[in-house]
């Protein structure tokens, strides 16, 4: 019933920048808080940002001046604007949204990835 659809990975240049975004559809009452994470090859899944429902933010520190999350509640969409783009950002990125259905039912989603590399 409910999808996260992520866009806007690709390959850049050391120092340029890429914007990815995750619209949730389906049959969804509310959205709480919504996320970026990332997995590179050889590496455990890490929180890059995170926001909540009232636009509270965290960020991991290596990417703290670089990246902007944001998000549209009206199109239930979350937004990563990631800039000065360093090789170390390659991996596959995942949106993740917790999202209530119904009254009761409270559950996380995540988006199917999409991989950023970046080039030296």
């Known amino acids: 019933q409910v999808q996260l659809v992520e866009f806007g990975g690709g390959l850049v240049q050391a120092g340029g920048s890429l914007r990815l975004s995750c619209a949730a559809s389906g049959s969804i009452l509310s959205i709480n808080a919504m996320g970026w994470y990332r997995q590179a090859l050889g590496k455990q899944r890490e929180l890059v940002a995170a926001?909540?429902?009232?636009?509270?933010?965290n960020y991991a520190d290596s990417v703290k001046g670089r990246f902007t999350i944001s998000r549209d509640n009206a199109k239930n969409t979350v937004y990563l604007q990631m800039n000065s783009l360093k090789p170390e950002d390659t991996a596959v990125y995942y949106c993740?949204?917790?999202?209530?259905?119904?009254?009761?039912?409270?559950?996380?989603?995540w988006g199917q990835g999409t991989q950023v590399t970046v080039s030296s």
């Open positions: 926001i909540t429902s009232g636009g509270i933010t």
């Open positions: 993740n949204a917790d999202i209530r259905r119904r009254i009761g039912l409270r559950e996380g989603y």
